[in-house]
Every structure is written in structure tokens, then in C-alpha cells.
């Protein structure tokens, strides 16, 4: 700075400055931030140079260019800095000015490339080709980038940029492949050619980091698109002893087990066949136990106590829950050791009341009831902790779902046909939840209605469906009936029992989804019509109502009960209206809500079976037409809503069509 004038040793001192500060910048260090930030010091070229015409060579399009890469990578360094010391002021500008040297190195970079003559060298073409490869992947030009990445790593291995080349190619057709739509040519395209660079990759530079960062995107890739042969493929490119395995038998494991649940959600004739979900489940054990091992040795991170967690899950699943406290209570990585410290990787959003579930479970099914006892008090707390104005209704609703996760196992043990595994865990929450509703003090409305929630799921899990009802199912819905009466007692002698008025509502709601399958309907009806002249509104109400008409008309001498089931009862005398709509009304009064899409397809899909079910009492054309008309409520749907509610759903009304088609003895081709 000292130097004054334009003078030759001065443009060479700055030229010698720059250069320096250059090389510095290029690696990671102490050094690489300062020195890129002294790069946008005006003194390094941040004016335009007095001779500013349009380059007229290689060399001198390619020096521009980077003059004007430099300047905005030292650009977004400074502005960093500023951001992170609070000086906001220049932000604005600062962007500006970065996308329009962003566009100037573009713009150069691409004139270079078309001034390349006899004697311009290999290295400098490619060094531009990476360049300004880098320069589309940041503009979002996103298939140049993979292009010209993909040409550059294949066509000159050995160049300066092939790596990153072949870095930015993965990561650019990761992009095209996650924004293409599901099942369309662009994204097979996309993933063809991911496989292609990452085969290569692996052949070209198998000692390198690249090669295990290649086969992760495309495991990941996989495992977004659910397809889980394929990312078993891809987890077995990568080396056991690659520092990217563990992570992958992580992601790999927990999709596995995701999978497993989300056929456990279908009905069973719409599940993969049973042996498939069971190897599910083996991939799934085997695949994080070995996955947390490898993982031991790294920082604990988020993955690693979801898989943990996950693992714990799996070995209750399985009925094995002194095998599930092992995994939460380990000492070091355990997903309810890291709860209790207060881990990072544990404060993720839900995580630790999914964790508390877990540990409850656990330990209620092993019959460790003073850990359950204190750990159900921990997640009371939790919850009141969050300070949330519905904190109450939200541990209702944990409550809730703990029973149906029971209810989930009961029923998986019973596919499987684990009859002792099943005696174990009922027995342990049995002993639990009597000793829960039977002591003297301490219990609230949230704590009863976790034991009739339970009961009820213990009841659900026994219960194969059906008519018949096996004593263990009878034994737990009766146990679930006796809480939630007791509850409605409660909250008619105190007032403030119930955290709000209106859950009493839910209650009778369930209470009457106990006696359905107790067979008692009528009594069940009374309860509902009791919410409903209330709360008419109230779908969950409404569709526990037609569901139960429906049961009822499969009972002897009551078939026309399926009418009712399909367009509602109870007349009121004050409104002249029925005070159960039916599924008829149901489906059309959500129809247009978001919310819920699951009602409206379960209110449609069962207004089908029961205009089936009626059909069948029927004789002759009778019976033709009510066939005629249930299969048109299922084409009425496809033709409506083609994607017919998702996955499960359109499984659902296909399986359901088809037993149709082959009633009226058309043949059974289901959905088109």
C-alpha cells in the first residue's frame, strides 16, 4: 500500500499479494478465512481494471473469470464474518454484488471454452471446466453442473478437479432425482446415471473418501424412495471397514423397520406376505445392532440414538423387552440414559417423550413397575413442563397412542402366533395397570384414562375380529369398560377431575367402542347418541356410530341395520333430521377437508362393504343391483380421486373390489 501510481512494481507486488493470498484460501486452516477475506480488499481487483475491454484469448477470459470468482467467494467469506459479528448493514449489497460476480465468472469461464486454440494446455481447459462446472451447481444449473462434473471425472481422471468433478455430478443428479415426480422418466434417468458415476467412482478412486460418500447418496437416494432391495445393494458396495458403514447400517436398519410398520398399518390382505415382514424385521435387528456397534466409537449423534431407540422398539416388538431395557439403559449410548443427561443428540423434537413411551413400555412388559411407575411420573412431568396451554390434552393423546402400540404388538405377536411371548407382555401390563387404578392416591384423570386406554388396546390386540371374541380379548374390553365408567363417575362428582369439560365426550366415545365388541350395541348406541345430541359435529362421534350400526347388522335379525349403518338414525324431534348421519353423510361432510382425508376414504370404503353385505340378504335383481351399486362406489371413487387416499387406502378398495367383481361373478381385474 505503500507503493503510489500506477507504476509496473506496484501491479506486480499487488499481482504477488494476490497470488498468495490465493493459495492460502484454497485450504481449510486457521488461515483460509482471513485470507479469503483479504481477497475482497478493492486493492485485489474488486474495481475494474482500466483496460476493460472484452478478453480476445484463452488465457485472458480465464483470468477474468477468476478474478471474478475470487472476488465473490472472498465476498460471501467477509459477508460471513459480518453476519456472524452482528453487521448486518451491507447484507443486502453484499448479495447483490456475489450473484453478480457469480454471473461475471460464468459468463468468462464459458468464453474461455470457446476460445481454446493449438496451444492451450489440457490442464488449464480443465481447471475451467471444473470451475465453472462448481459455478452451475451453485447458480442451480443443476444438469450442466451434472454433465460437465460427470465428463470432466470420466474423461480426465487424473485432472485437477476430476474428484470434485465427480463430486458435484452425484450430488447435482441426487437433486434432479429427489425434485423429479415419483415414477417418472426424469428421475429413473437420474438414477441411472448416479449408479453409473458412483460404479465408477469406486473403480477410479476405490482408496479415496469419495467412493463411500458415492454409495451413500444413492443408499440414501433408495431409502427416500422406499426401495429396500436397492439399498441393500448399494449398503453392500460399501467396505465393512469404511468409516461411512456404520452410518449406513444405521439408515438402512431403521428403513427396514419402517417398512415393517407401515404394512403393519394395512390390512393383512393388503400386507406383504408374512414371511417377507419377519425378514423385514431380521434385516432391521441385525442391521442396526451392527450398526450401533460400528458406531460406538464416533461422536453420538442424532442417528445413532434414533437407531438405538429404534432397536428397543424392535426387541419389544418382538416380545423381548428385558432385551429392550438393556438397549434404552445402556450406559453410554442408551436412548433413555442420553434422555435423562440431556444429550444433544437426544433434543431433537419429540424425542424424549417417544423415548419415555419406549421405557414405559419396556419395563411394564418385563415387570419392573417400580421403574415404569416413576418413569410414567417423568413423562408427566415432561409433558407439564413444556408449558403448553394443552398440555393435558396432549398427554391424552400419548396415552392413547401407547395403547394402540400395545394393541400393534399384541396383534403382531398373534400373526406370528407367539402365544408366550403375548402371556408375558399382557401379564406385565395387566399387574401394572391394576396396581395403577387401584391405589388410593396419586391418580388423575390422565392416569385412568392411560389404564382404559391400555385395557382397551390389550382387548384390540387379542382380538382377531369377527363375530367371535376370544376370552383374553373379552377379559381386557371389560377391564377398559369398568375404567371408563369409572371416569364418567369421577367427572360427574368433581367437577375438576377432567382437565376440560368436553372430554367426557371422548370417553362415552370410547366407552361405547368397548361394548361393540362386547356385543352389547344398543347400550353402545345410547352412549353415542348422548354425545352426538350434543355434539353433532363431532366426526370421531359419528363414525364410531356407523361403525357400530354395521356390526349390528351382521348380527342375526338385524341386516336392516346396514341401511342405517349407510344413512344414518336416531331422529331427533327438535332438528326433524337423524342425529347419526351414516357414511353416506359422513364422506360428504368431510369431503373438502385436509384434515380428514382418512375419515372421508374410510367413511367410503365401508359405505361399499356395507352396501355389499346388504346386497348379499338379498335375492335376485335385488341382490344384482346392490352389488351393481357397491362396485360403482368404489369406481365412483377412482374416477373422483385417482390416487384413491394414498397407498393403504387404495389397497384397501382394491382388495374390497375385487370380492365384489367375483361375487357378481365378473372377473376380479380390481382397480385400473
Not at 135 to 151: K, M, P, Q, S
Not at 200 to 216: C, H, K, L, N, V
Not at 551 to 563: E, F, M, Q, R, V
Request: net charge positive; with cysteine; aromatic share 8%.
Amino acid at each position: 500500500r505503500g507503493m503510489k501510481g500506477n507504476t509496473a512494481k506496484r501491479r506486480s507486488s499487488i499481482k504477488q499479494a494476490r497470488e498468495l493470498f490465493e493459495f492460502v484460501g484454497r485450504f481449510p486452516g486457521d488461515y483460509q478465512r482471513p485470507a479469503q477475506a483479504k481477497l475482497a480488499d478493492p486493492l485485489f481487483g474488486a474495481k475494474k481494471p482500466a483496460e476493460d475491454g472484452e478478453p480476445a484469448d484463452f488465457t485472458a477470459a480465464r483470468e477474468r473469470g477468476k478474478a471474478a470468482l475470487d472476488r465473490m467467494q472472498a465476498l460471501e467469506t467477509q459477508d460471513k464474518l459480518d453476519m456472524s459479528a452482528g453487521k448486518t448493514e451491507n447484507h443486502e449489497k453484499n448479495l447483490k454484488e456475489i450473484a453478480q460476480l457469480q454471473a461475471e465468472a460464468i459468463k468468462y469461464y464459458q468464453m474461455a471454452l470457446t476460445m481454446i486454440g493449438p496451444k492451450t494446455s489440457i490442464d488449464d481447459i480443465n481447471v475451467v471446466r471444473y470451475y465453472l462446472s462448481y459455478l452451475y451447481w451453485i447458480d442451480n444449473d443443476i444438469y450442466r453442473a451434472a454433465v460437465l462434473g460427470e465428463f470432466l471425472a470420466t474423461r480426465y481422471p487424473d485432472s485437477v478437479g476430476a474428484r470434485q468433478g465427480a463430486k458435484i455430478a452425484m450430488a447435482a443428479y441426487a437433486k434432479l432425482f429427489n425434485e423429479a415426480e415419483t415414477d417418472s422418466s426424469e428421475r429413473e434417468f437420474a438414477n441411472r446415471r448416479m449408479v453409473k458415476v458412483a460404479d465408477y467412482i469406486t473403480r477410479r478412486w476405490s482408496d479415496g473418501p469419495e467412493a463411500g460418500d458415492a454409495w451413500m447418496m444413492l443408499l440414501r437416494t433408495a431409502v427416500v424412495g422406499g426401495k429396500l432391495d436397492e439399498a441393500k445393494k448399494f449398503l453392500e458396495k460399501i467396505p465393512p471397514d469404511s468409516s461411512r458403514r456404520g452410518e449406513a447400517e444405521l439408515m438402512v436398519g431403521r428403513a427396514y423397520w419402517s417398512d415393517y410398520l407401515r404394512n403393519l398399518r394395512l390390512e393383512e390382505d393388503a400386507r406383504a406376505p408374512a414371511e417377507e415382514m419377519a425378514k423385514n424385521i431380521e434385516q432391521a435387528k441385525a442391521l442396526l445392532t451392527s450398526g450401533i456397534k460400528k458406531s460406538q466409537s464416533n461422536d453420538i449423534d442424532a442417528s445413532l440414538f434414533a437407531a438405538n431407540l429404534s432397536l428397543a422398539q424392535i426387541y419389544l416388538r418382538d416380545g423381548k423387552p428385558a432385551e429392550a431395557v438393556k438397549v434404552l439403559d445402556h450406559p453410554t449410548f442408551g436412548a433413555h440414559t442420553l434422555v435423562n443427561k440431556k444429550h444433544p443428540s437426544s433434543q431433537k423434537p419429540g424425542y424424549d417423550l417417544e423415548t419415555y413411551k419406549t421405557a414405559l413400555r419396556a419395563y411394564v412388559a418385563s415387570r419392573e413397575l417400580e421403574k415404569a411407575e416413576k418413569t410414567m411420573d417423568v413423562l408427566e412431568k415432561a409433558v407439564a413442563a413444556e408449558g403448553d396451554a394443552e398440555a393435558a390434552s396432549k398427554l391424552t393423546q400419548i396415552y392413547i397412542s401407547l395403547g394402540r402400540e400395545l394393541q400393534e404388538l399384541l396383534e403382531g405377536l398373534r400373526t406370528q402366533k407367539k402365544t408366550e411371548e403375548m402371556t408375558t407382555v399382557s401379564g406385565g401390563f395387566e399387574l401394572f395397570l391394576d396396581r395403577i387404578s387401584k391405589r388410593e392416591q396419586g391418580n388423575t384423570f390422565n392416569s385412568l384414562n392411560w389404564v382404559a386406554e391400555t385395557f382397551f388396546g390389550m382387548g384390540k390386540g387379542f382380538d382377531p375380529g369377527g363375530q367371535t371374541l376370544p376370552p383374553e380379548a373379552e377379559k381386557y374390553y371389560q377391564k377398559a369398560a369398568e375404567t371408563y365408567r369409572a371416569i364418567l363417575k369421577k367427572c360427574k362428582e368433581d367437577p375438576g377431575f377432567a382437565p376440560k369439560t368436553d372430554v367426557v365426550y371422548g370417553i362415552r366415545v370410547r366407552l361405547a367402542e368397548c361394548l361393540l365388541r362386547l356385543g352389547q350395541y344398543e347400550t353402545a348406541m345410547k352412549y353415542l347418541v348422548s354425545v352426538l345430541v350434543k355434539k353433532n359435529m363431532m366426526v370421531d362421534a359419528q363414525v364410531q356410530a356407523a361403525h357400530t350400526y354395521q356390526a349390528w347388522a351382521g348380527t342375526p335379525g338385524n341386516s336392516d341395520k346396514y341401511l342405517k349403518a349407510i344413512k344414518g338414525g336416531y331422529r331427533s324431534k327438535k332438528t326433524n333430521s337423524d342425529v347419526v348421519w351414516g357414511w353416506m353423510k359422513i364422506s360428504r361432510m368431510v369431503a373438502s377437508s385436509k384434515e380428514h382425508t382418512n375419515v372421508f376414504h374410510e367413511a367410503r370404503y365401508n359405505l361399499a362393504v356395507c352396501q355389499m353385505e346388504a346386497a348379499l340378504k338379498l335375492q335376485g335383481q335385488k341382490r344384482k343391483d346392490g352389488l351393481e351399486e357397491a362396485e360403482k362406489s368404489i369406481t365412483r371413487i377412482q374416477l373422483l380421486y385417482p390416487k384413491m387416499g394414498g397407498e393403504e387406502w387404495r389397497a384397501k378398495y382394491d382388495s374390497l373390489l375385487k370380492k365384489i367383481q367375483q361375487l357378481q361373478g365378473k372377473p376380479d381385474t380390481g382397480l385400473k
